[in-house]
């Protein structure tokens, strides 16, 4: 018999998974951080079109968003298939948008009406009427500021 | 009396309320930033004003149909063409005296523009045409745009135009950023980005 007895056989030593709470909070509070909420229900199609040469929005408290498509799917028994403007969370026509401008600028401070930008989130497939009708709206309202949201990529793929 | 601790609370369940919570927030997030094209809209004027008189030379037209075709200059072009043809017609450089452009690298043709500064894109389309081709002809004009400012500031400062504007943007940014902002309006002044948009025919 061995002074050096050969320790038995018994099993892995448990994992301590104390730390484990902590690891997740680590990354639930950088989610919390990051998370940005949708602002609005979709409730019109939106597949944005492509470009190359684009500038990035930031500053999400001075953007608008006025989005235009066809209805989903889930609206079109109500709403037909024609292409239709969308602002916060409910379908509006051409001649809604300058009120729409006007009370959003109500709710931001006054100094900070001039960088006001207009995002329009335009699904590829309306037709430019629609967006013309919006332009001519913005101008009115003196809304010069726009830009037209896209996704990054090469802009002869909207041609498919 | 004996005085009893108080029992721990078992900490066991915390991992499981994080990890939900973990999954709502990942769920929502969206990190990317929109980017998109930036135009500027001309002020509204009601009244019908008399339009300014510009040489023909000098007007580019694009016109796009309700089919997504393309008529340049009174040719039929493929959008891949049009990039191109816009940046030639910028850089073309055929003004002579006041008008002469001292950059620019085109043969000087007589019936294309005298310099950039004069130089304007007009682009009409139709009520049908559809908005994909709308921003993949915008993002062909601003590319052709680019590439001649790119080529410019390259000439003048030694980088692009693109890297001046994203160093200039980027707040990390070591440099001197109002000599950076010099000499970006010096290359806008230089190439002004002059496209004018008609209202659409029907």
């Known amino acids: 018999m061995s002074k050096f007895k050969k320790k038995t056989n018994e099993g892995q030593p448990a994992i301590s998974t104390a730390s484990l709470p902590d690891i997740v909070f680590m990354l639930l509070f950088f989610f919390m951080v990051v998370t940005v909420m949708r602002q609005n229900t979709l409730m019109v199609k939106n597949k944005l079109p492509y470009a190359n040469q684009v500038e990035k929005l930031d500053k999400k408290d001075l953007v608008m968003y006025i989005y235009a498509g066809k209805p989903s799917p889930r609206y079109q028994q109500r709403f037909g298939t024609e292409a239709r403007i969308q602002l916060n969370d409910k379908f509006a026509s051409v001649s809604e948008v300058q009120q729409f401008i006007y009370s959003e600028r109500e709710t931001k401070r006054e100094e900070l009406i001039p960088y006001l930008t207009t995002a329009l989130k335009v699904d590829e497939e309306t037709n430019m009427g629609l967006v013309s009708d919006i332009k001519q709206e913005l101008r009115k309202a003196e809304a010069l500021k726009i830009n037209y949201t896209t996704l990054q990529g090469d802009a002869l793929r909207n041609m498919e | 009396m004996a005085r009893r601790d108080a029992p721990e609370v078992n900490a066991g369940s915390m991992a499981d309320i994080a990890f939900l919570l973990l999954i709502f927030f990942l769920v929502t997030t969206t990190i990317e930033t929109d980017s998109g094209i930036s135009r500027k809209l001309p002020p509204w004027q009601p009244e019908e004003q008399e339009p300014p008189v510009i040489k023909q030379r000098n007007i580019f037209t694009v016109l796009v149909n309700r089919n997504n075709e393309l008529l340049v200059e009174d040719e039929f072009m493929e959008i891949e063409e049009l990039r191109q043809a ?63 400012r790119d080529r410019e500031a390259q000439r003048m400062f030694g980088k692009s135009f693109t890297q001046m504007e994203k160093e200039y943007n980027d707040p990390n940014y070591t440099g001197n950023k109002d000599k950076l902002k010099d000499q970006i309006e010096v290359i806008k002044d230089m190439i002004p980005q002059k496209l004018s948009e008609a209202e659409p025919t029907s």
């Open chain 2, 86 to 148: 816009a940046f030639e017609f910028l850089d073309n450089g055929g003004g002579a005296g006041d008008e002469a452009c001292d950059f620019c690298q085109g043969p000087g043709d007589p019936s294309s523009s005298v310099n950039p500064q004069k130089a304007i894109i007009s682009l009409v389309n139709n009520r049908g045409t559809e908005y994909g081709t709308y921003i993949a002809v915008q993002n062909e004009l601003v590319a052709a745009y680019n590439q001649l």
